[in-house]
């Protein structure tokens, strides 16, 4: 499979293939971008008015491309070859996951999402009583390690944000208020994750800790968790910069603003990326560490590693 994975996102484009190149015409250019379409893994399609010729749709059939489409930056549609329909290598290697290796994939998915919350509170409250309590959670090893660390990082969130300051903040999905703010990071999050599962070829229906719903993605629920922290710190420069003074409602403005998150810059090994790019590695990562049952193969993102600006 190729390494290349193409995210088309420009408001207005025409998509088509000639002589082995994908051609992406934005609108009003004359002059296309473009790249072989055998380097091409996936291309996924956030835009909403982008247009494919049929050439495009055959010549990436017969080059293995996947084609995501999706609508409000979620999946809606995924078009693959034939020959990508199911990936059997794969299948086998989930039917051969045992228990206690995929408890072991699942303690390293929390314990870098508590990493990254113990990180993120560090930088920016040091002095809060409970950031001292939260870093000695995250680094010890435990089977309540999430929910010991939750209950620490959110009081240091409520401390950081104008609309909570002062009161008993509570993480609930149910409840409005900054609660809705960051169900909304999260979806635009999922998404992105799902982008990237659908890309490569992970079925995100077979997760390694989330429960198994109907309809559910367990497995894009799982990678996500790491990146979390990712959008508290969004939410958090919004209720401190843009949003400041004004009840924390899902507004137009908010939207747009959130979900610029996936582009912001991390650098890893000296090397510049943008948390999209962080998601893929992330993916590819797991996929390997399954292909090939090594579990030192899944890599979680750590802020720690990076040079991931969790500053206010």
Not at 81 to 97: G, H, I
Not at 245 to 274: N, S
Request: glycine letters at 6%; proline letters at 5%; aromatic letters at 10%.
């Amino acid at each position: 499979m190729s390494y290349h994975i193409v995210t088309i996102d420009s408001p207005k484009c025409e998509l088509t293939c000639e002589r082995g190149q994908l051609l992406c015409f934005r609108d009003g250019e004359v002059t296309p971008k473009q790249l072989p379409i055998e380097d091409i893994g996936a291309i996924i399609v956030t835009s909403f008015a982008a247009r494919f010729s049929a050439s495009l749709l055959l010549e990436a059939a017969k080059n293995g491309v996947a084609l995501v489409l999706c609508e409000n930056f979620k999946p809606a549609s995924l078009v693959l070859p034939a020959n990508r329909a199911s990936d059997t290598f794969l299948t086998k290697a989930w039917q051969c996951v045992d228990k206690k290796f995929r408890a072991a994939l699942w303690r390293k998915t929390i314990d870098a999402k508590c990493a990254n919350q113990a990180f993120l509170a560090t930088n920016l409250a040091p002095a809060h009583p409970k950031t001292t309590d939260l870093a000695r959670a995250a680094a010890r090893p435990s089977a309540e390690k999430e929910s010991a660390c939750a209950r620490f990082y959110w009081q240091v969130f409520a401390s950081l944000s104008p609309a909570d300051a002062g009161s008993v903040f509570m993480r609930d999905p149910e409840i409005d208020g900054t609660n809705a703010l960051l169900n909304y990071g999260y979806a635009v999050l999922l998404s992105t994750v799902l982008q990237k599962l659908f890309a490569i070829g992970l079925d995100p229906t077979f997760g390694i800790g989330h429960a198994v719903r109907e309809r559910s993605t367990p497995l894009a629920y799982d990678l996500m968790e790491p990146f979390r922290p990712c959008v508290d710190l969004r939410v958090l420069q919004w209720l401190r910069g843009e949003g400041a003074g004004q009840p924390p409602v899902v507004t137009r403005e908010f939207k747009q603003w959130v979900t610029g998150f996936v582009l912001e810059r991390v650098g890893e090994l000296e090397i510049e990326i943008d948390v999209r790019g962080a998601i893929e590695g992330v993916a590819r990562s797991f996929r390997n560490a399954l292909l090939n049952r090594r579990l030192g193969a899944y890599k979680p993102w750590t802020a720690s590693n990076t040079k991931w600006a969790g500053s206010l």
